[in-house]
């Protein structure tokens, strides 16, 4: 829905999404914690790497306010070597069930690109929002397979797989280049019978630096989309690079980033970690809520 107000368009968001017959309300930006059960991820890989520490973190993100947690099977950073199917379930499903059990009303987010896994998955826990990085470009059946099991999608974009993707990727306008590919596939989602789409820029995933932070600078255009918006920038290359800084060290460029996103529209901050990210949506909430009176 498009209005206006003081001669400036303004676009509203879908504000839920429905997922084991509950409405998720987003109306308010909501944290996304990230549990990795791999041994490459570009800054937890290998930390989680048994049951125990698998449940300790789900405790966190959840005991530090996280509304969703996002368990992946695969690094996807930058060079990363793609695994089979099997290996990825093979990491996957006790996480999976093992979270499910302890913390049943938790949303669960499965970060995969492939049919199979999902399919698999839904089998063994039931609904979770399928985070495909890939947007539906690696795996023809994903948005079919995604459709039959009424789940809600994320739907990212990416310039080609993590081997090559940041092989010089260029854009003339990285934002209109984009919204254009958002719009072709959120087009086929629909006329798959997909309902609750989330959309994400792609910060990190065959972009420049300077594409990423022309990407966050403008990521109030993303709004004509009136979807949800999730942002990962938590503790990316983007940071380091121009701090000249690792990784670890990288929590306070993440919290600066994290709030610039909040500030242009962000609904889903998809983070390491949950209580920064947190107390960075209380802090800009409460902001806009002074700048309206």
Same mark, same amino acid.
């Given at each position: 829905?498009?209005?206006?107000?003081?001669?400036?368009?303004?676009?509203?968001?879908?504000?839920?999404?429905?997922?084991?017959?509950?409405?998720?309300?987003?109306?308010?930006?909501?944290?996304?914690?990230?549990?990795?059960?791999?041994?490459?991820?570009?800054?937890?890989?290998?930390?989680?790497?048994?049951?125990?520490?698998?449940?300790?973190?789900?405790?966190?993100?959840?005991?530090?306010?996280?509304?969703?947690?996002?368990?992946?099977?695969?690094?996807?950073?930058?060079?990363?070597?793609? +695994?089979?199917?099997?290996?990825?379930?093979?990491?996957?499903?006790?996480?999976?069930?093992?979270?499910?059990?302890?913390?049943?009303?938790?949303?669960?987010?499965?970060?995969?690109?492939?049919?199979?896994?999902?399919?698999?998955?839904?089998?063994?826990?039931?609904?979770?929002?399928?985070?495909?990085?890939?947007?539906?470009?690696?795996?023809?059946?994903?948005?079919?397979?995604?459709?039959?099991?009424?789940?809600?999608?994320?739907?990212?974009?990416?310039?080609?797989?993590?081997?090559?993707?940041?092989?010089?990727?260029?854009?003339?306008?990285?934002?209109?280049?984009?919204?254009?590919?958002?719009?072709?596939?959120?087009?086929?989602?629909?006329?798959?019978?997909?309902?609750?789409?989330?959309?994400?820029?792609?910060?990190?995933?065959?972009?420049?630096?300077?594409?990423?932070?022309?990407?966050?600078?403008?990521?109030?255009?993303?709004?004509?989309?009136?979807?949800?918006?999730?942002?990962?920038?938590?503790?990316?290359?983007? +940071?380091?690079?121009?701090?000249? +800084?690792?990784?670890?060290?990288?929590?306070?460029?993440?919290?600066?980033?994290?709030?610039?996103?909040?500030?242009?529209?962000?609904?889903i901050l998809r983070v390491h970690d949950v209580k920064e990210?947190?107390?960075?949506?209380?802090?800009?909430?409460?902001?806009?809520?002074?700048?309206?009176?």
């Amino acid at each position: 829905m498009l209005f206006a107000k003081n001669n400036k368009a303004f676009y509203k968001k879908k504000p839920t999404i429905a997922l084991n017959g509950e409405l998720i309300d987003l109306s308010s930006p909501v944290v996304m914690g990230v549990l990795n059960c791999t041994p490459d991820s570009f800054y937890d890989g290998g930390a989680y790497n048994s049951d125990i520490a698998i449940l300790t973190r789900a405790g966190q993100i959840i005991e530090q306010g996280g509304r969703f947690i996002d368990l992946g099977g695969m690094s996807t950073r930058p060079g990363a070597i793609e +695994i089979s199917a099997k290996e990825e379930l093979s990491r996957l499903i006790p996480a999976v069930k093992s979270v499910r059990k302890e913390f049943p009303q938790i949303a669960l987010s499965i970060d995969s690109y492939r049919s199979e896994v999902i399919k698999v998955l839904h089998a063994e826990v039931g609904d979770f929002l399928v985070n495909d990085v890939s947007g539906g470009q690696f795996d023809d059946q994903m948005f079919l397979t995604v459709a039959a099991l009424n789940l809600p999608y994320l739907l990212m974009h990416s310039k080609g797989k993590s081997s090559d993707m940041q092989d010089n990727p260029q854009y003339k306008d990285v934002v209109k280049e984009i919204i254009f590919y958002l719009s072709n596939q959120i087009q086929k989602l629909k006329q798959a019978g997909i309902s609750d789409i989330l959309i994400d820029p792609g910060f990190g995933f065959g972009k420049t630096a300077d594409h990423n932070f022309e990407l966050l600078n403008r990521l109030d255009s993303f709004a004509i989309f009136e979807l949800p918006i999730v942002v990962g920038l938590s503790r990316k290359s983007m +940071i380091c690079k121009l701090l000249d +800084i690792d990784p670890s060290e990288s929590l306070n460029g993440t919290t600066v980033l994290n709030t610039m996103a909040l500030s242009n529209g962000c609904d889903i901050l998809r983070v390491h970690d949950v209580k920064e990210a947190i107390e960075a949506i209380r802090l800009v909430e409460k902001t806009k809520i002074h700048s309206q009176c």
